[in-house]
């Protein structure tokens, strides 16, 4: 058998991060899942209750695209009293024209966190107004920082609100992307103070409450929210998404089952207004035809961005000649 | 993080076979599996059309069991003409109670043979007559083989018969089993002539037109079918299972979807008349109650199996210290 590459969180955190490249290669797949070419089957879940645990498994294979990821992603919520995360997993990749193992990539969850602070990049970069400077983000954890971290790629920023539940944790990442990135950076007791004269907010919380409401947009905004993955959770209130001039998700029928959209549809708003990411992408949808409109994008994950960062991450580790190799 | 164990082909098969301790680790679960207790999650499958391939993903969890195998298998049928193996796969193994990588067991398919053969004997075992001396086996690839070697350690076994399409395959087949096995063992050309005074008959074979009908049949004997797992696949004439007197499945809304009892069920066979072999392990439900009964056994697979195995074979190599560690 042809052999196989180990590659560890420290080598993936070498080769990979929220540059230009990695950014185009999330792009790149959403409109082949919208144009209903990528073979990608609902998310499998395996349920472990007398350890408050889950494990998730999501593949996808892309037509062109060298190897074919399948992520297993372990959320355990009794780890933290063991000292252990909550969150954690791997990714393994096959070659997509045999279907031999490749590599095992143990990211420890970096992937993912990368994948989904590159989406929400290329949600901003397509709707959100090309002049936008400042920056609203709802939560305080690893995706917060890496979201804002990712919006400079698209847009110049020069002002950073932070809103976090802990109002320490939302100083201390204000204190940060400040220094990091040459920018005006400051953390609010309110969502509404940090939403006002926002021209980017991004939602990065697993909260089943949600905490932005129609009030508080106001013209030329766009909202992405990254959050919501499973029924219970959503950030949005419902008539946020009535509210919005365009409404734009990653996958429509993951959004209605698993995202923002199953709350609004349920009060009324009706699915067929949505568009999904790809098809404004593709030029086939417009996503924001003025400065005035205010945009929503509801981004839930999916297996084809995981197939994206994980080829490419273990092409430029080959390059770089990083990793273990391992005859099998 | 723990730090994870990397296991090749040559380390598993150094560590696990068909003994005893394997066939009562693959054993206990099915009265696990057959209770509700396990979570198990329907097969995921990814779809890969360009290259006549799909991957195939299973797991399962069972309370009390230390690890969760989610093994991934490869089918790509354009590989022989690149030199590849059409079949390949892996395992990984998660903490049960933490959702921690384990190990990743790179066994190119080998734990999935083992589990199936002797699931096989675990069947037999169960099923056929205590005093079963013979044996037919339908089909001469590594699983017919195996399947043999497994019931060995379940019956005294003094004959073999092999029935296979390939005449030259069932030949050498026999040979091999008589020089390892010590026992009469011969090639036949037909089905009948391989069942007529067996005792015990396994169907091996992936194929889509049913080659036992129910005029082979002879009192006291016991058949398990291995071959079907997929909806176009078909060991058994559907008058095989109405002529049985005892209908036993892995699982029976599997086998009724992709195994034998989908033909069976559409040609009039009673679905509440199939026990699970997990009943029948439990002893809540009759296996053979009589030496002249005809049994039948479907078993489709499962990946609890998987588990069970990954998790025996990940202690046995830790224990004799094999296989590379990785900090990741």
Redesign the interface.
């Known amino acids: 058998?042809p052999d196989?590459t180990?590659l560890?969180?420290s080598d993936l955190r070498a080769a990979v991060g929220l540059g230009a490249e990695e950014r185009a290669a999330i792009e790149a797949v959403y409109p082949v899942v919208t144009a209903g070419r990528a073979?990608?089957?609902?998310i499998?879940?395996?349920?472990?209750?007398?350890?408050r645990?889950e494990?998730d498994?999501k593949?996808?294979?892309l037509?062109g695209w060298p190897g074919?990821a399948?992520k297993?992603s372990?959320?355990?919520f009794d780890?933290p009293s063991?000292g252990?995360p909550s969150l954690?997993?791997?990714m393994?990749l096959?070659d997509?024209?045999?279907?031999?193992?490749q590599a095992?990539l143990?990211d420890?969850g970096f992937l993912t966190d990368l994948r989904t602070a590159l989406a929400g990049a290329v949600a901003a970069d397509h709707l959100a107004r090309p002049d936008a400077r400042r920056v609203a983000v709802l939560g305080a954890g690893v995706q917060a920082g890496l979201q804002v971290r990712a919006l400079v790629g698209v847009r110049d920023l020069d002002q950073v609100v932070v809103w976090a539940r802990r109002a320490d944790a939302g100083r201390a990442l204000a204190d940060e992307l400040a220094d990091e990135l040459g920018v005006t950076a400051e953390a609010t007791g309110t969502v509404a103070d940090a939403l006002h004269g926002a021209d980017i907010a991004v939602t990065t919380t697993p909260t089943t409450e949600p905490f932005v409401v129609a009030d508080m947009l106001h013209p030329g905004l766009h909202v992405t929210a990254v959050g919501s993955d499973a029924e219970q959770k959503q950030e949005l209130a419902a008539d946020v998404l009535l509210a919005a001039d365009v409404v734009v998700a990653d996958r429509i029928d993951q959004s209605t089952r698993l995202g923002e959209l199953r709350a609004a549809v349920a009060a009324g708003f009706d699915p067929d207004e949505a568009v999904e990411l790809g098809a404004v992408i593709a030029g086939d949808a417009p996503g924001r035809t003025t400065p005035d409109q205010v945009t929503v994008c509801d981004l839930t994950g999916t297996g084809a961005q995981d197939t994206a960062i994980a080829t490419l991450a273990l092409q430029r580790c080959r390059e770089a000649g990083r990793g273990?190799t391992?005859?099998?």
Chains 1, 2 share one sequence.
């Open positions: 058998m196989l180990v560890v969180e073979s990608m089957p609902p499998m879940r395996i349920d472990v209750p007398e350890h645990g494990i498994v593949s996808a294979y037509p074919i399948v297993v372990a959320g355990f780890n063991r252990l954690g997993g791997l393994m096959f997509s024209e045999t279907g031999v193992p095992a143990f420890n273990t391992l005859a099998t």
